[in-house]
Structure formats: structure tokens, C-alpha cells
């Protein structure tokens, strides 16, 4: 990721974004195939597993100008 156009930006990836990009995925995707996607409130489930994989948000994103931030770095 850190290889791709946007590679001049100093921001590192976590180091589990790939496990919990995985298992996000494969929740949302079991849940589809289930046909659980039909019911209001089929995410709740998925956002609770999600949450447990949760990690603190770096203190750049929590800017409103933190692309202009970004990009002047």
C-alpha cells in the first residue's frame, strides 16, 4: 500500500490492517451468503466483531485539514 501513487505521504500502515481488512471482509461476506443482509440490523453483528480489532486512530486523521496536512509534510 505504502508503494502505490500516494507513497510521498508519511503515514504508516497498521501493522494489522491486512488480518482485520481480511476479517471484515470475510464477516460481511459470510453474512451475505447467509442471507442475514435482508434483516435492518445485519451489521450490528459484524460491527461488534469488528470493534474488538479496533486500534487507536493516529492524531493526523483527526484534523479537518488533514489532507492539507498530509500533503505539505
Same mark, same amino acid.
Given at each position: 500500500? =505504502? =508503494? *502505490?501513487?500516494? *507513497?510521498?505521504? !508519511? $503515514?504508516? %500502515?497498521?501493522? +494489522?490492517?491486512?488480518? $482485520?481488512? @481480511?476479517?471484515?471482509? +470475510?464477516?460481511?461476506? =459470510? ?6 443482509? $435482508? ?9 461488534? $466483531?469488528? &470493534?474488538?480489532?479496533? *486500534?487507536? %486512530?493516529? @492524531?493526523?486523521?483527526? !484534523?479537518? =485539514? &488533514?489532507?492539507? @496536512?498530509?500533503?505539505?509534510?
Amino acid at each position: 500500500m =505504502n =508503494n *502505490s501513487c500516494f *507513497s510521498f505521504l !508519511s $503515514v504508516k %500502515v497498521p501493522e +494489522r490492517f491486512l488480518e $482485520v481488512a @481480511e476479517i471484515t471482509l +470475510r464477516e460481511f461476506f =459470510n453474512a451475505i451468503v447467509a442471507g442475514k443482509d $435482508v434483516d435492518p440490523s445485519w451489521k450490528k453483528a459484524i460491527y461488534k $466483531v469488528i &470493534c474488538k480489532l479496533d *486500534s487507536e %486512530v493516529p @492524531e493526523i486523521f483527526k !484534523s479537518p =485539514n &488533514c489532507l492539507q @496536512e498530509l500533503l505539505h509534510e
